[in-house]
């Protein structure tokens, strides 16, 4: 491998500016601008977070599907990663946004009531899962289901948008970028140039 | 304002401006510098060190903000630094992305850093195939300064003896990565060349830069400056001389001329008074881009140049050529599949190419004339951006997002339009921008030989990939938007005739013997290559011509 990663991060704190920190609206689960820079700001502890557009209900739900789409498993999840709070806050700045992500919880909520009988935050992980595999895969569409699909379709979009930009997502994907390289990282197989012999996967 | 004449007057300080100010105070000439935008702030602009999650959108910008422009100029880690309301109108039929960025040192502050110089089989390539034709330059006259600008500024690469592609000098290449070594070993057998691109980006200490540290984010600009712009390179060396007077934040309206039409000044608007100013010089150097060069010399209009200063050619605006990019293939190597992750993200993911191979041998072995190149591209990047091609959620999918991680690969082709009558710039006779200047109106289509490129590479590229033992899950459908490449070249293009072209083989207007162009808007065409380190070696070029102009008394 090329180079001893050192957090480029670190050394470069003295060079960055906090300013914009202050000025968030309150992110309970993940930090934000340059809060390294600061340890009152480390320190803050999880607060409830207050969605700036989801009625309480709503909130919920979001939060409930970016846990089934990214789940807490051998490591963190949507939930750890705080997805649903990006998503708030995304949906919270786009008119068009708000109004498919209403329009497809609304839809889920029906779907749940006429298929399951309850809402459905109310219906067991499995029941969850049965009303979405639907709008997930392929082979199980049914007709009439189309805006369900999309719907899934935006929120999961929007549930690895929120994922994967996390230091916990980061972590999860095992970022090798943003450090500092001694020299330009170099294929380390190289007796392997067709990458044929290499040793097994590791997921 | 008291009424200072300077020696010489230069419009943006880009590659091609940058260029000529340090020339020309290097020269002891005394220079003014005006610039549409700011000076970056290293520390405050350069954000790219940040990681996603420490800027409040993730990066993705604010959605109430929607793009304008192509993804590298509009995300939050450039925001603020490209310009969001340019005025420009496009003709019917013309869809033309036209991102500016009007800080000090312009585009080098963000470019792609892939730096071949051209070859004869470029500037004489209207002789091999019957289109367009040659450049009034050739490649044995030009070499010495693109052997100048790579010493200048340092560019990575290997000696290739491709047909194509001149050798220069060169420092250390990048090392292919995982990926690289794998899509070579496709290319070898598609009968294609899979090689390290020229990249201005420094592999070693280079004239008191920094070498790169391989971070990764380099569109996002470099806040240690080791690859080149201008304001690291540069613009440092001409304020260091005592002969340069930076402007800032100067958006010129017009150049003005004397009784005898020849160039005396510059009028400008300061965009935070909205006064308009005016500067005046022995000589002129337009280097504003292509497209805002041709639209400052058609707005300068007078008693001399009815349709624009230096336009008796009728040509100014004409001629207009551009770089078709876009992804002709994608999918993924599954020889990495679950593999740990790797840096690949060295250079913004692109550090070879696969340089033209069309059309070496005889002009016309495909079924179009000329050829392009293409970078491909890859590996563990900052956004997993495959997640389309995964089905379903849960447990399964957050695993398959981490097993593809190391897999995702793309081609990028650039593919040069011809010249073509139809696309142009003019001035758009309605629309002003918020400054009152008259607004540029681009007329632009793709022409056949570029779509044909295009559909070419489609096959080849798709070829290569599953030639490396590659899924293919994409075939481009369509290319970028005309402008995307931010490669146009054209407007002021320079001949020997003075009826048919609008500056000399010095990049010296034909009229106006005072007023210079050193951008490429003076290029006769696109080529499959890059324009920057050819804009730094002609404007090398034209600038110390315009010093011995200046010697000899001629200004």
Known sequence: MGGQGVERREVLRILTIAAAAATFPGFSKWSFACGHLSNAIMHVKP????PLFFGASEYALVERLTDIIIPRDATPGALDAGVAEFIDLMVSRDSELQRDFRAGLTWLNTRSVKAQGKQFLLLLPARQVELLEPLAYKAKFRTGEEPGREFFQLLREYTVMGFYTSEIGLKELDYPGLKFYGASPSCPHQDDPEHLHLPPPQW | MPKSLYDVIVIGTGAGGGMAIKTLCDAGLKVCALNAGRKLEPAKDFRNHRMPWEMKYRSFGDPQTPANGPDFTQNEYVEGVWEREIAYTTAPGTHWMWPRCYAVGGKTNFWGRSSARFGDIDFKAASRDGSDTDWPVSYDEIAPYYTRVERMIG?????????????????????????????????????????????????????????????????????????????????????????????????????????????????????????????????????????????????????????????????????????????????????????????????????????????????????????????????????????????????????????????????????????????YVDIDPQVKDSYGIPAARIHFQWGQNELKMWEHSKQVCAEVLRAAGGILEYSGEQPESPGYSLHETGTCRMGNDAQRFVTNRFGQTNDVANLYACDASIFLNCTDKSTTLSILAFSLRTSEYIVQQFRQGNH
Request: glycine share 8%; with cysteine; charged share 20%.
């Open chain 2, 155 to 423: 560019v990575a690469s290997t000696v290739q003896n491709r047909p194509s592609n001149p050798d220069g000098s060169y420092l250390p290449p990048f090392n292919f990565r995982c990926l690289d070594r794998i899509l070579q070993k496709g290319a070898e057998k598609a009968g294609v060349p899979y090689l390290p691109d020229r990249i201005a980006q420094l592999t070693l200490p280079h004239d008191g830069h920094p070498p790169c540290h391989f971070c990764g984010n380099c569109t996002s600009g470099c806040d240690v400056g080791a690859f080149f712009s201008t304001p690291w390179f540069l613009l440092p060396k001409a304020e260091a001389s005592g002969n340069l007077e930076l402007r800032t934040n100067a958006l010129v309206r017009s150049i003005v001329v004397d009784d005898a039409g020849q160039a005396s000044g510059v009028a400008y608007i300061d965009r935070h008074t909205r006064q308009e100013n005016e500067v005046y010089g022995r000589a002129i150097v337009v280097a504003a881009s292509c497209l805002e060069t041709a639209r400052i010399m058609l707005n300068s209009k007078s008693r001399h140049w009815p349709t624009g200063i230096a336009n008796s050619s009728g040509q100014l605006g004409r001629n207009l050529c551009d770089h078709l990019y876009g992804v002709s293939a994608s999918g993924y190597l599954p020889q990495l599949l679950g593999q740990p992750s790797f840096p690949d993200n060295v250079g913004d993911n692109s550090i070879s190419w696969m340089p033209r191979w069309q059309n070496l041998r005889d002009a016309h072995e495909e079924s179009f004339v000329r050829g392009y190149s293409v970078y491909p591209d890859g590996g563990c990047s900052e956004f997993p951006s495959y997640q389309d091609q995964i089905e379903g959620f849960g447990s399964f999918f957050k695993r398959e997002m981490k097993r593809r991680y190391p897999t995702p690969v793309s081609f990028m082709v650039q593919a040069p339009s011809l010249r073509s009558d139809s696309n």
């Open chain 1, 47 to 50: 607060a409830t977070y207050r």
